[in-house]
Structure formats: C-alpha cells, structure tokens
C-alpha cells in the first residue's frame, strides 16, 4: 500500500479500488464521479495524498497546476470547453462545503447549463 492510510483517492491512485480513469499522467489521475451531477462530472485527484485545498502549502504549486493543466485536457476530452459551452471547477473545502473525501480533488463538471450560486 503507498499513500495515506484509510484515503478513500490513495486507493484509486493506487489501483486497488476501482474507478473509470480517462486521464493519467505522473502527477494526476482523472476518473469518473461516482454520482455524477452532471453530464460530465469528472476527479482531478493528484497522486501524493494533499488533505483539501486549505491545506495546500508553496511546496504544492507543481502539483496544483498540474491539476488544472488536466482539467483543460479533460475538457477537450469531453468536449465541454470552446466558446460556446463551458465548465465549472470546483474544490471543496471543510464541511459547510459538504467536502466528503480527505484527499484533494478537483470537481470538472459540465454538459448542461450550469445555476449560480451553488447550492
Ligand atoms: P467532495 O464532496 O468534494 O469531497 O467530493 C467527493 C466526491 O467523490 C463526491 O462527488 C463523490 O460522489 C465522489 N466519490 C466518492 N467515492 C467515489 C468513488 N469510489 N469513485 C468515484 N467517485 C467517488
């Protein structure tokens, strides 16, 4: 076992839970949400195990762009970006922000017509 013990995303990282990966490089993984709440709602999960976003240090800056670099290619995957469409990135942080995995993740959610505010 490598990461964080008890980390739901270690694992996945790993490969000894299961996910529908459809992005990887050495720095992240890209896989399908479990409960989708949208068309296309993708994890952007980097592969060394970062609390959340509140815990990011400097030492993380490689890491955090490079997770955003993967969420620009997963929107062209998924075909959700160009002028016409669009997507939204999300990180949640904490429980008023209802964050339920303690591994840093970013949401890539698109494919239909996205409300502001959120929920
Ligand atoms: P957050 O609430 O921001 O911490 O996001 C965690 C996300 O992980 C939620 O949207 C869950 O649906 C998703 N999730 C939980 N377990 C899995 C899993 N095994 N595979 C894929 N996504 C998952």
Redesign the pocket.
């Known amino acids: 076992m490598s990461g964080a013990p008890n980390c ?1 995303f270690c694992r ?1 990282v790993e490969g000894t ?1 299961p ?1 529908e990966t459809i992005y990887s490089n050495d720095v992240v993984i890209a ?5 989708p709440q949208a068309p296309t709602h993708v ?1 952007v999960v980097p592969r060394a195990h970062i609390e959340h976003a509140g815990a990011v240090t400097a030492d993380d800056a490689a890491t955090v762009a490079a997770m955003l670099l993967a969420a620009q290619d997963v929107a062209v995957l998924e075909g959700i970006d160009g002028p016409d469409r669009g997507f939204r990135l999300v990180m ?1 942080v904490g429980p008023d922000a ?4 303690a591994h840093l ?1 970013l ?1 890539v959610l698109g494919g239909r017509s996205l409300t502001w505010p959120p929920g």
């Open positions: 739901l996945i839970i996910s896989f399908r949400d479990i409960a994890l949640n209802q964050n339920s995995v993740h949401h």
